[in-house]
């Protein structure tokens, strides 16, 4: 039973458009949400986060939405760009236990030229 | 470069062999952590050491052995390999909690 869903295996947008990444988790007991970047043969990089108090949290091209009654957080990248060409991990977790995070399966963003 | 180091990148092992995988990291971090990623799952936590002489189970520890060397490294230990236990290992370390997790670039691990 997953906790931590990413339904959207794959999305591709145009360069300059927008990529939206959706993520929906089933545990009310989650306060603290991540998104993880990964390029092939590499681990993961951390790219924004947020917490429950918050419902936006911002840092340049990046913004993570969380709306906390539908229990789903999105990712907004604006202007996408070829680079941001990954795949994308939403995690979640407890701060107060936050050494376990539950991880999605991730989505893999192709941005094209 | 700064950063966790994890070796060998790839290995295949026959069932019932044993194998160390390495970690080292250089950043001062006090916390470590061995997650694996398989298809159609997420990253799923293996052990994790909050600091230098502790370790912890994760979500999926059965098979697996840990140490805490120092602070630099914390290795994992699979006693008797099954293929079930073919997967990509990645090590982590962060200083403070998720959002300043630093990952290695793997180890592809197969079980034949």
């Known amino acids: 039973d997953q906790q931590v869903k990413q339904n959207s295996p794959s999305l591709s947008v145009q360069e300059g458009r927008i990529s939206i990444l959706n993520c929906d988790y089933t545990?009310?007991?989650?306060?603290?949400f991540l998104w993880y970047k990964k390029y092939p043969a590499e681990g993961p990089t951390f790219l924004i986060s947020?917490?429950?108090i918050k419902d936006k949290n911002e840092d340049g091209r990046f913004t993570v939405f969380l709306n906390k009654s539908a229990k789903h957080l999105s990712l907004h990248i604006v202007p996408s760009q070829p680079g941001d060409s990954a795949v994308y991990f939403c995690?979640?977790?407890?701060?107060?236990?936050?050494?376990?995070?539950?991880w999605g399966l991730g989505t893999s963003l192709a941005v094209n030229p | 470069n700064a950063g966790v180091t994890q070796t060998p990148k790839f290995q295949v092992l026959k069932t019932g062999q044993s194998m160390t995988l390495q970690c080292a990291q250089d950043?001062?971090?006090?916390?470590m952590y061995w997650y694996r990623q398989d298809p159609g799952m997420g990253l799923r936590l293996i052990y994790y050491?909050?600091?230098?002489?502790?370790?912890d189970k994760g979500e999926v520890p059965n098979g697996y052995n840990v140490s805490r060397l120092n602070k630099r490294e914390f290795s994992l230990r699979l006693e008797s390999a099954a293929p079930s236990q073919t997967s990509v290992y990645f090590c982590?370390?962060?200083?403070?909690?998720?959002?300043?997790?630093?990952f290695g670039s793997g180890t592809r691990l197969t079980v034949v």
């Open positions: 050491s909050a600091s230098e002489g502790t370790t």
């Open positions: 947020i917490s429950s």
């Open positions: 982590a370390s962060s200083a403070l909690g998720p959002d300043d997790y630093t």
């Open positions: 995690a979640a977790g407890n701060a107060g236990n936050n050494r376990k995070l539950i």
């Open positions: 950043m001062n971090h006090n916390s």
């Open positions: 545990n009310s007991m989650f306060d603290y």
